[in-house]
């Protein structure tokens, strides 16, 4: 069985500084992994994802998120948090053996960028 | 740019009661999905369809929850009869590949 974890019911960063956004998976083969944003009451959006290459991906809004096969972690980056980057951050796995399965989610993260 | 579409946006319904939830997704994209994300949690797959067929339903509970897809490009979702405890947020979801696409979901309230 695969699994999410995001340690962090909620984050706070001053607008301006960085921000990170922690996740680890757990998953049988190799990991597809992905962040979503959402709003409130809003499905979710595609931010970015990691398949295969570079250990670095870059999304969209300036979001980026590093892959890290050792440590099992996909953390979600930002090298200036923007107000308008609060809101609710989610971490998903799928096998990459299963292609298009459906995602494993973690419970999400909330992120407040204070002004 | 394509999204996924969804309605009604609200619903709110007595226990006991039918609900049906419907889904378009972007056009072209063979795979639907179908998730329920309670209030605090994060979406948990009901049912994913490849065109027209069932490809994983094993978290659906096929003893009130029904979906299908018959064409192989739009979806229903329907629960009979509707409890305290389905009250959620029901996302739809469609891909090409391997990235989901989500519309903006259907709120179900029981009462």
């Known amino acids: 069985a695969q699994s999410v974890a995001q340690p962090e019911d909620q984050v706070n960063v001053a607008e301006g500084n960085p921000l990170t956004v922690k996740c680890t998976y757990s998953?049988?083969?190799?990991?597809?992994l992905f962040w979503y944003v959402q709003y409130p009451n809003r499905g979710l959006q595609f931010l970015l994802k990691y398949i295969t290459g570079d250990n670095l991906v870059k999304g969209s809004y300036g979001f980026e998120a590093e892959f890290n096969k050792s440590q099992t972690s996909f953390h979600l980056k930002k090298p200036s948090a923007l107000v308008s980057d609060s809101a609710l951050y989610f971490c998903?796995?799928?096998?990459?053996?299963?292609?298009?399965?459906?995602?494993?989610f973690g419970k999400g993260t909330h992120l407040i960028i204070q002004p | 740019e394509a999204e996924v579409a969804q309605s009604p946006r609200y619903k709110i319904t007595e226990k006991s009661q039918a609900v049906a939830f419907w889904c378009d997704p972007i056009s072209g994209h063979a795979t639907l999905y179908w998730y329920r994300q309670i209030l605090g949690q994060g979406p948990e797959l009901l049912v994913q369809?490849?065109?027209?067929?069932?490809?994983?339903d094993s978290q659906l509970p096929k003893d009130r929850f029904s979906a299908e897809r018959l064409k192989g490009v739009d979806s229903t979702l329907k629960i009979q009869p509707a409890e305290l405890g389905d009250s959620a947020m029901y996302l739809c979801a469609s891909s090409l590949s391997e990235t989901q696409y989500f519309g903006p979901g259907t709120r179900l309230l029981v009462l």
């Open positions: 998953v049988s083969g190799n990991p597809y």
């Open positions: 369809f490849q065109d027209e067929s069932v490809v994983d």
């Open positions: 998903a796995v799928t096998d990459s053996g299963g292609g298009a399965d459906g995602l494993t």
